[in-house]
């Protein structure tokens, strides 16, 4: 055209186009219309939602560092045989701290090491307090003393176990409850306490209980309990001990002048322990 200032013939004339495309903006605003729309339905779900769950639901409760609370066992994997006979709550436990809006940290027993201190609001509840203010609770006996070591007074032996193919013993120590009692190895709680000594009984083989090595064949309960390290408490005799205890980590001593070889404790069948 700009050659010869005519449209140049093309033998035919096609017809226009009807193109039902649409344009960009189009495009643009028929996008955006449903994108405000999606957003509004959804803000609506999460608004009737969040009503109907808070018509069932009280504000979490506020704890502070200091109070003892107890913890829901729910969660929480015990040595009873029966999940239906096992406690529903735990502790009381005192709290730490806070952590962050609705976890604080417990001061756990050294027995439930393997879990994380840290608990949501929801799993604790707080304890009551003490019906009779004022009262004075029995603290735990002290350890004994003996050559700079701590010897503690064994109560029960609640369980045996193979670990790294070595026995232990769960020791309840005299004075402190189940929540406190410890794995030990079988050197530590069968070494008598230095000082006189009542002879240890001895194994009746693979299958006898560690009731009945402690006490011995045929000693009446009113005679002799349970005591420590693989001997009998008798009446007017001397109680037996291990350094070792809920405090600490046993401590072993190879040193001659402390106790002769220390008896050996039979391997006992496993029986269900206490939580």
Not at 52 to 75: C, F, H, M, N, T
Not at 220 to 229: M, Q, T
Request: glycine share 8%.
């Amino acid at each position: 055209m700009l050659d010869t200032g005519r449209n140049p013939h093309m033998g035919f004339e096609p017809r226009p186009l009807n193109s039902t495309n649409e344009t960009a903006n189009e495009f643009f605003e028929r996008m955006k219309l449903a994108q405000e729309e999606a957003k509004a339905a959804l803000a609506k779900a999460k608004d009737d939602m969040a009503r109907y769950y808070d018509q069932r639901r009280i504000p979490a409760p506020e704890y502070k560092p200091g109070d003892r609370v107890y913890l829901d066992a729910s969660d929480i994997q015990t040595t009873h045989p029966s999940k239906k006979l096992s406690h529903r709550y735990l502790g009381p436990y005192t709290i730490e701290c806070q952590v962050g809006s609705l976890a604080y940290k417990l001061r756990l027993p050294r027995s439930m090491s393997h879990l994380h201190p840290v608990f949501n609001a929801v799993k604790l509840r707080l304890a009551p307090p003490d019906p009779i203010p004022g009262r004075r609770t029995r603290p735990p006996p002290p350890p004994t003393l003996i050559d700079n070591e701590e010897w503690f007074d064994v109560e029960d032996i609640l369980d045996s176990r193979f670990f790294r193919r070595k026995l232990q013993y769960k020791v309840k120590w005299k004075g402190y409850g189940y929540e406190d009692a410890s794995w030990e190895r079988v050197e530590n709680v069968a070494r008598p306490r230095p000082g006189p000594q009542v002879p240890s009984p001895t194994s009746r083989g693979p299958q006898a209980s560690p009731r009945d090595v402690l006490c011995g064949p045929g000693d009446p309960p009113s005679r002799a309990h349970s005591g420590a390290s693989g001997c009998c408490t008798l009446e007017g005799g001397d109680m037996y001990s291990t350094p070792a205890g809920p405090a600490g980590t046993p401590r072993t001593s190879n040193s001659a002048d402390r106790s002769p070889d220390p008896p050996r404790l039979p391997r006992p069948c496993r029986t269900p322990g206490l939580g």
